[in-house]
């Protein structure tokens, strides 16, 4: 299986991140993350579902942009875990869903909507 672009960029910050080990204490991924050498996918896909998009390694890290080593961890594992989540649908037919998860939502709501009316209604 030929590895997506996400999963090679979350394999190049997290070797980053293994050698300065500055953000160590601010969330579940850096401890996870330092019983690890190499990173293969599911350790990646584990790693990106432990973020919580609290942005502090992003904000505490001194290799973010404009550094050249442009390390941005939450935007990254986001990538990471909409295409895991997307792998990983069941039924399959909805891993679309999360590519276009504000007009599916548009939609429901519309629909949830005209049905509570209809209900008035009759």
Same mark, same amino acid.
């Given at each position: 299986m030929?590895r997506?672009?996400?999963l090679?960029?979350?394999?190049? /910050?997290?070797?980053? #991140?293994?050698g @300065?080990?500055? !953000?160590?204490?601010? =969330?579940?991924?850096? +401890?996870?993350? *330092?019983?690890r050498?190499?990173?293969?996918?599911?350790?990646?896909?584990? /790693?990106?579902?432990? #973020?919580?998009? @609290?942005g502090? !390694?992003?904000?505490? =890290?001194q290799?973010? +942009?404009p550094h *050249?080593?442009?390390?941005n961890?939450?935007?990254?594992?986001?990538?990471?875990?909409?295409?895991?989540?997307?792998?990983?649908?069941?039924?399959?037919?909805?891993?679309?869903?999360?590519?276009?998860?504000?007009?599916f939502?548009?939609?429901?709501a519309?629909?949830?909507?005209?049905?509570?009316?209809?209900?008035?209604?009759?």
């Open positions: 030929v997506s672009a996400a090679t960029e979350a394999d190049r /910050l997290m070797t980053i #991140c293994n @300065c080990r500055y !953000c160590e204490g601010l =969330c579940a991924v850096f +401890p996870a993350m *330092e019983m050498r190499t990173f293969a996918d599911n350790d990646l896909n584990y /790693l990106a579902n432990l #973020c919580h998009q @609290c502090a !390694c992003y904000s505490d =890290c290799y973010s +942009p *050249e080593f442009d390390v961890v939450p935007a990254t594992f986001a990538k990471v875990r909409n295409e895991s989540y997307a792998r990983y649908a069941w039924p399959g037919a909805f891993a679309g869903v999360f590519a276009r998860n504000g007009l939502i548009t939609l429901l519309a629909l949830s909507v005209a049905a509570f009316i209809a209900g008035f209604v009759a």
